[in-house]
């Protein structure tokens, strides 16, 4: 987005009017951004034409999802809760993978269902369970296994999933024994070879090593996987000058890969998708002066926004206005939560803010309202959509009346 005559604009529209308008803490998506980062998306990895699945962990707004969908995105689901969402968003079973390290009986029960295109398996119990249903039903059930490639997707630790010492995944010894013991089941049906290595990711280099070990483990089992699930953690520029994913790089890596390899690409981006079509509106509470630092202390907490207190991670935060008068001193953004993680973002120095001013927590589109919480019995902010000139409410703020 950008500043026109010193405002900041959302599309068409500026912050303030929207703070005015929807009160704060208040999440706005851009329409547009969304559209474009899926073109984006898509156009990148035209040359073999992939399966992408949007990570509903990311962001699982009802409407949203619904624009994503229509933008012929599928769905990856990680939950009986986010397929029940991915259906109502009029995504179709065939488009839809469901992954996810713990999946109950219930939740296989109800896929297996529901027709869903592919469950990504993650242990021989898992397989067990899958089997049991699928005798039951005397059906073919299509699976993935995924593969644990032990590599580091040199990102925060937090995030990091394909390491040997983390929970996800099948070690190369279970991943051989599991092809072998059902590559010829009446049952189950393994079509695809699953990695997720971990989000954030925004160099090529952990995907080319993940590529490699993928490449080594195929030519072992001696199989041919229909598809090849590449998941997602494609990583988005947070920082002003902080780094990002070169895609056509990725790109080249996976055509070069599928050149041995003749099999479908299946994405899991949510980050990159919806991350920085995302915004939060917030407005200035007090400003409390100390002899080290000003406390700026926002209406927005921990609970609306939960990234920078889980991961450290930082967002940027811009003013709704632009003022050429700075104060030299240490500015830190902070929640009103009774916690001394509640903090947004430390900087050496701010423009001069007031009492109510508005400021823009950028880039919290994904993992931003799914990581909400009632904590100190704070109600949920509203969450709206601003499609040019027009903005309309995805969801309604929540009553304190709801909640007490």
């Known amino acids: 987005m950008t500043y026109k005559n010193k405002h900041f604009l959302i599309e068409n529209v500026s912050a303030e009017k929207l703070a005015r308008k929807y009160g704060t803490p208040l999440y706005v998506y851009s329409y547009n951004k969304l559209r474009n980062n899926i073109k984006n998306f898509q156009k990148y990895f035209k040359a073999f034409s992939p399966m992408i699945c949007f990570s509903v962990k990311s962001n699982s707004n009802l409407k949203l999802l619904n624009i994503i969908g229509r933008s012929g995105l599928g769905a990856d689901v990680v939950s009986k809760g986010e397929l029940l969402k991915a259906l109502k968003a009029n995504i179709k079973p065939k488009n839809i993978v469901f992954s996810g390290v713990g999946k109950t009986i219930e939740e296989l029960k109800?896929?297996?269902?529901?027709?869903?295109?592919?469950?990504?398996?993650?242990?021989?119990?898992?397989?067990?369970?899958?089997?049991?249903?699928?005798?039951?039903?005397k059906k073919k059930i299509n699976i993935g296994l995924r593969f644990n490639p032990d590599t580091d997707a040199k990102t925060l630790k937090e995030i990091s999933t394909g390491k040997k010492e983390n929970k996800f995944g099948l070690t190369k010894k279970e991943f051989l024994k599991l092809i072998k013991k059902y590559k010829d089941s009446n049952f189950i049906n393994i079509i695809c070879l699953s990695v997720h290595i971990?989000?954030?990711?925004?160099?090529?280099?952990?995907?080319?090593?993940?590529?490699?070990?993928?490449?080594?483990?195929?030519?072992?089992?001696?199989?041919?996987?229909?598809?090849?699930?590449?998941?997602?953690?494609?990583?988005?520029?947070?920082?002003?000058?902080?780094?990002?994913?070169?895609?056509?790089?990725?790109?080249?890596?996976?055509?070069?890969?599928?050149?041995?390899?003749?099999?479908?690409?299946?994405?899991?981006?949510?980050?990159?998708?919806?991350?920085?079509?995302?915004?939060?509106?917030?407005?200035?509470?007090?400003?409390?002066?100390?002899?080290?630092?000003?406390?700026?202390?926002?209406?927005?907490?921990?609970?609306?926004?939960?990234?920078?207190?889980?991961?450290?991670?930082?967002?940027?935060?811009?003013?709704?206005?632009?003022?050429?008068?700075?104060?030299?001193?240490?500015?830190?953004?902070?929640?009103?939560?009774?916690?001394?993680?509640?903090?947004?973002?430390?900087?050496?120095?701010?423009?001069?803010?007031?009492?109510?001013?508005?400021?823009?927590?950028?880039?919290?589109?994904?993992?931003?309202?799914?990581?909400?919480?009632?904590?100190?019995?704070?109600?949920?902010?509203?969450?709206?959509?601003?499609?040019?000139?027009?903005?309309?409410?995805?969801?309604?703020?929540?009553?304190?009346?709801?909640?007490?």
Do not use: W
């Not at 297996?112 to 005798?135: D, M, Q, R, V, W």
């Not at 991961?311 to 008068?325: D, F, Q, R």
């Open 198 to 404: 971990g989000s954030q990711i925004t160099s090529h280099y952990p995907y080319k090593k993940m590529l490699n070990v993928i490449n080594k483990i195929i030519d072992e089992a001696d199989y041919k996987f229909r598809y090849i699930d590449l998941g997602g953690g494609m990583g988005i520029q947070y920082k002003k000058n902080g780094n990002k994913l070169n895609y056509q790089k990725y790109s080249y890596l996976i055509q070069s890969f599928l050149k041995k390899n003749h099999a479908k690409i299946i994405f899991e981006p949510g980050r990159s998708i919806i991350g920085d079509a995302g915004y939060l509106l917030t407005k200035i509470i007090y400003v409390k002066k100390t002899n080290k630092r000003y406390f700026i202390i926002l209406d927005s907490a921990m609970n609306d926004m939960m990234r920078p207190a889980l991961y450290k991670a930082e967002h940027m935060i811009l003013p709704s206005k632009l003022s050429k008068t700075y104060v030299n001193k240490i500015h830190e953004f902070v929640g009103p939560i009774c916690e001394t993680t509640d903090k947004f973002l430390t900087t050496p120095k701010y423009q001069k803010l007031n009492q109510k001013d508005v400021l823009i927590i950028c880039d919290v589109g994904a993992y931003g309202i799914v990581l909400s919480s009632n904590y100190n019995l704070r109600p949920k902010p509203s969450e709206i959509l601003v499609n040019k000139n027009l903005s309309s409410i995805l969801t309604k703020r929540q009553k304190l009346i709801s909640i007490v």
């Open 110 to 137: 109800f896929a297996i269902s529901k027709k869903i295109f592919l469950i990504n398996a993650e242990s021989e119990n898992e397989i067990i369970e899958i089997e049991k249903i699928a005798k039951k039903n």
